[in-house]
């Protein structure tokens, strides 16, 4: 009886109150709405701020995008609980009755979407998630109908009717003025090049204003430069900084390439971009360890970079070899070999006219072969340890099937009997991520990289803990697991 009065007592209080003010006729029971139908339930509305529709530069740097509204005099205020922009989080905060973002953060935000700086209005699809403050203390969320506008970086620079040139540590170019690299232009506002890189670390770059170039004045020549955002960022793609960047105000920094090899480097003009690749032809074996075959190419080099590939396996048997390319794989007129047949030369010359197959200086033994594709040389190093782990199986592991350990959803590779220790298969990767290789399906061995490399057709990099990114897609997938040496071949 007791809880019955009090029950009574409490309904009679909401009752007067509503009888009150019919504003507060919700307070009560906020938590009796869901956040789709709590806005409606206290008249509050969305609808476009006076910035929807945005063309940088902004005034003041703060972009008004979606008003509030409401009828109800009970509200006191809004909590930003969360934005999106064409489906993705973006920071933002209310200010009064309007949702706000920075203009500078939106800008990187909406050029990150589309890979471009270009000065093109970006449709904007815009969902807000707010806290509706009540003038009582009490609060609940409340979900806003979508909104819609656009969004318009600032103009770009005009392409410059000279082109451009790369000056930084590449073959025969280097910091000198004197000597820069031109880049070739396409005609579509692309602008390419090739480059060797030279050091095992980070190799240091800039583009410049084919206009300001001069053989000896840097003061000219640096007032058009143009990088990237982070010091040494080897992020690719990656967005273009230039001078008097009005978005990306740290000023011009530098921009590096990983590792020795070759790269090819493009320049968007029109989206302010640039891309870089790695260019290393395919080199593979033909001879004992696959049979002779024309077809067969799972006895890949292992790519070291600058145009270096080696290969590790017991040799075993003499007139061992011969090299194709991987364009000219099948044509014996295209082969690289040694111009005295069944040579065992610890190393020598390789010629590709009326090449002869070569061996390893003695057979049934582990060496590496090392071929320079630049100086078509070759060596052979015997390795010190003759019984390497040998494991019983080798699989890759990774984003693509969750990192779950069981057999199954591991992509398990073949050894060649032929070739001990070299491993190989053919997949399909369906979803971009970090993949690994592993020994015996287990993490007692793996293999990773050190970091993310650039990457054309062929990825390769130091082995190291780290994951291997690749996007989705079909590859040929190489391991060595005495050297830890792998290629991922992308199948176009």
Same mark, same amino acid.
């Given at each position: ?35 789709? &139908? ?20 902004? +005034? ?6 979606? &008003?509030?509204?409401?009828?109800? *005099? ?13 489906? +993705? &989080? ?10 706000? @973002? ?18 093109v209005a970006r449709p904007l699809e815009v969902k807000s998630l707010v806290s509706i403050n009540l003038e009582n203390g009490d609060a609940f969320t409340a979900e806003g ?6 969004f318009t970086p600032a103009p770009t620079p005009a392409i410059d009717s000279k082109g451009y040139f790369l000056l930084g540590d590449f073959e025969n170019v280097g910091w ?9 232009? !396409?005609?579509?506002? =692309?602008?390419?090049?090739? @480059?060797?890189? /030279? ?43 230039? =001078? ?43 001879? !004992? ?5 024309? =077809? ?13 590939? *080696? ?37 020598? *010359?390789?010629? !590709? ?8 200086? *003695?057979?049934? +033994?582990?060496?590496?072969?090392? @071929? ?17 782990? =040998? ?33 190989? @298969? ?39 803990? &780290?994951?291997?990114? /690749? ?22």
């Amino acid at each position: 009886m007791k809880k019955t009065l009090l029950y009574s007592l409490a309904a009679m209080a909401a009752f007067g109150l509503a009888g009150c003010n019919g504003d507060y006729d919700d307070w009560a029971s906020p938590q009796a709405y869901g956040p789709e &139908e709590a806005a409606a339930a206290y008249g509050v509305t969305f609808s476009n701020g006076p910035e929807a529709t945005a063309v940088m530069p902004d +005034e003041d740097g703060v972009i008004q995008l979606v &008003e509030i509204k409401t009828s109800n *005099s009970g509200v006191a205020g809004y909590t930003l609980k969360g934005l999106t922009v064409n489906g +993705e &989080e973006i920071e933002g905060t209310v200010s009064g009755n309007y949702i706000t @973002v920075d203009a500078a953060t939106l800008a990187k935000f909406i050029e990150k979407q589309n890979n471009s700086r270009a000065a093109v209005a970006r449709p904007l699809e815009v969902k807000s998630l707010v806290s509706i403050n009540l003038e009582n203390g009490d609060a609940f969320t409340a979900e806003g109908a979508t909104t819609t506008g656009s969004f318009t970086p600032a103009p770009t620079p005009a392409i410059d009717s000279k082109g451009y040139f790369l000056l930084g540590d590449f073959e025969n170019v280097g910091w000198n003025l004197p000597t820069p690299l031109w880049m070739e232009d !396409n005609g579509d506002g =692309t602008f390419t090049a090739k @480059v060797t890189t /030279v050091n095992d670390g980070s190799n240091w770059f800039k583009f410049y204003a084919g206009s300001l170039y001069d053989n000896a004045d840097w003061d000219k020549v640096n007032s058009g430069q143009m990088g990237c955002a982070e010091n040494g960022d080897a992020t690719t793609p990656n967005f273009l900084v230039y =001078t008097n960047d009005p978005l990306y105000t740290g000023g011009v920094q530098t921009p590096t390439i990983e590792g020795k090899g070759t790269f090819n480097i493009t320049l968007d003009m029109k989206n302010l971009t640039y891309t870089i690749t790695r260019a290393e032809s395919k080199y593979y074996i033909v001879g !004992n360890l696959q049979g002779w075959s024309q =077809t067969d190419m799972s006895c890949m080099f292992y790519a070291q970079g600058g145009n270096s590939y *080696s290969y590790t396996t017991k040799w075993n048997g003499a007139w061992d070899l011969k090299i194709w390319e991987g364009g000219d794989f099948g044509n014996w007129d295209k082969a690289f070999g040694t111009a005295v047949d069944g040579a065992t030369d610890a190393s020598g *010359s390789l010629v !590709n006219k009326d090449a002869q197959s070569f061996a390893a200086p *003695s057979q049934n +033994e582990f060496w590496t072969l090392t @071929v320079d594709m630049n100086s078509l040389s070759y060596s052979w190093t015997k390795l010190g340890n003759q019984a390497p782990a =040998t494991y019983s199986a080798v699989s890759i592991i990774g984003d693509f099937n969750g990192w779950k350990t069981d057999n199954n959803s591991e992509i398990d590779m073949t050894q060649r009997p032929s070739a001990p220790h070299n491993w190989y @298969v053919r997949a399909t990767i369906p979803s971009a991520g970090g993949l690994k290789f592993r020994a015996n399906h287990d993490w007692a061995t793996s293999w990773g990289s050190t970091k993310d490399y650039a990457v054309g057709d062929v990825y390769y990099g130091p082995t190291g803990t &780290e994951n291997i990114t /690749v996007p989705a897609g079909t590859y040929e997938f190489y391991l060595n697991d005495i050297t830890g040496q792998w290629n991922i071949v992308a199948v176009n």
